[in-house]
T-cell receptor
Framework: KAGVTQTPRYLIKTRGQQVTLSCSPI?????VSWYQQTPGQGLQFLFE?????QRNKGNFPGRFSGRQFSNSRSEMNVSTLELGDSALYLC???WGQGGNSPLHFGNGTRLTVT | QKEVEQDPGPLSVPEGAIVSLNCTYS??????FMWYRQYSRKGPELLMY????GNKEDGRFTAQVDKSSKYISLFIRDSQPSDSATYLC???????????FGKGITLSVRP
C-alpha cells in the first residue's frame, strides 16, 4: 500500500508570495490533517479535513487555508508568506477522524521563506 | 501545565543499552496512545499504537501505558545505531478532538 505522498519536497519562496502544497493520502483514508513542524515549537496542528469538510482548525492566522477533494487528496495554501512560515509542513492521513485513530505522515514539504 | 510533557533530551546511549522514553499528560480523557519515530529529513513514522492501560510489545520495542499515573513509556531493548532518531509521543482524542503530540526527544545510539 502506498504511503502518504506530499509534493513538492522542497520550496523556496520570498516574503509576500503565496504557496500551495499538495497531499495524497493512503488509499481508503478519508481524513487528512496538516501540521507545521519547527525545532522550537514541535508539531503544531493546522487543520483536519474529512469528507471534503474542515472538521477542526488550529490556532493559525487566516493566511493558512486548505481544502480536500472528493478523492480525499488535499491541498494547503499559505498566502502573503512571512519569514516565520519557514518550516516543515506535514500531511497525515487516517481512517478515522478527530484523534480516534493513528495518523500516518508523509515526508513533508520543507518551505523556506527568504 | 502543558497537556503533554516529554523529556526534552537529547539522549545518548551506547549500542546495546536499554532505552526508556517517557511522556506525562494531564488530560484523563485520553484513550489512544502512540509513539512515532522520525528520522532526519523524514516524516514521523508510527511505531506503536495502544489503547488504554497496559503493555504492548513489538520486537525490541515495548510501549507501556499507566492511566492512573497519566504516564506512558517506550522501552527499546538492545538499542542499535539505526534507532538514532527523534521519538514523539502522541495521545488523544482530547476535548478538541485531535491528537496531542509531545515535543519529541532526540536519541543517539553510539556504536
Amino acid at each position: 500500500k502506498a504511503g502518504v505522498t506530499q509534493t513538492p519536497r522542497y520550496l523556496i519562496k520570498t516574503r509576500g508570495q503565496q504557496v500551495t502544497l499538495s497531499c495524497s493520502p493512503i488509499s481508503g483514508h478519508r481524513s487528512v490533517s496538516w501540521y507545521q513542524q519547527t525545532p522550537g515549537q514541535g508539531l503544531q496542528f493546522l487543520f483536519e479535513y474529512f469528507s471534503e469538510t474542515q472538521r477542526n482548525k488550529g490556532n493559525f492566522p487566516g493566511r493558512f487555508s486548505g481544502r480536500q477533494f472528493s478523492n480525499s487528496r488535499s491541498e494547503m495554501n499559505v498566502s502573503t508568506l512571512e519569514l516565520g512560515d519557514s518550516a516543515l509542513y506535514l500531511c497525515a492521513s487516517s481512517w478515522g477522524q478527530g484523534g480516534n485513530s493513528p495518523l500516518h505522515f508523509g515526508n513533508g514539504t520543507r518551505l523556506t521563506v527568504t | 501545565q502543558k497537556e503533554v510533557e516529554q523529556d526534552p533530551g537529547p539522549l545518548s546511549v551506547p549500542e546495546g543499552a536499554i532505552v526508556s522514553l517517557n511522556c506525562t499528560y494531564s488530560n484523563s480523557a485520553f484513550q489512544y496512545f502512540m509513539w512515532y519515530r522520525q528520522y532526519s529529513r523524514k516524516g514521523p513514522e508510527l511505531l506503536m499504537y495502544t489503547y488504554s492501560s497496559g503493555n504492548k510489545e513489538d520486537g525490541r520495542f515495548t510501549a507501556q501505558v499507566d492511566k492512573s499515573s497519566k504516564y506512558i513509556s517506550l522501552f527499546i531493548r538492545d538499542s542499535q545505531p539505526s534507532d538514532s532518531a527523534t521519538y514523539l509521543c502522541a495521545m488523544g482524542p482530547g476535548a478538541n478532538s485531535k491528537l496531542t503530540f509531545g515535543k519529541g526527544i532526540t536519541l543517539s545510539v553510539r556504536p
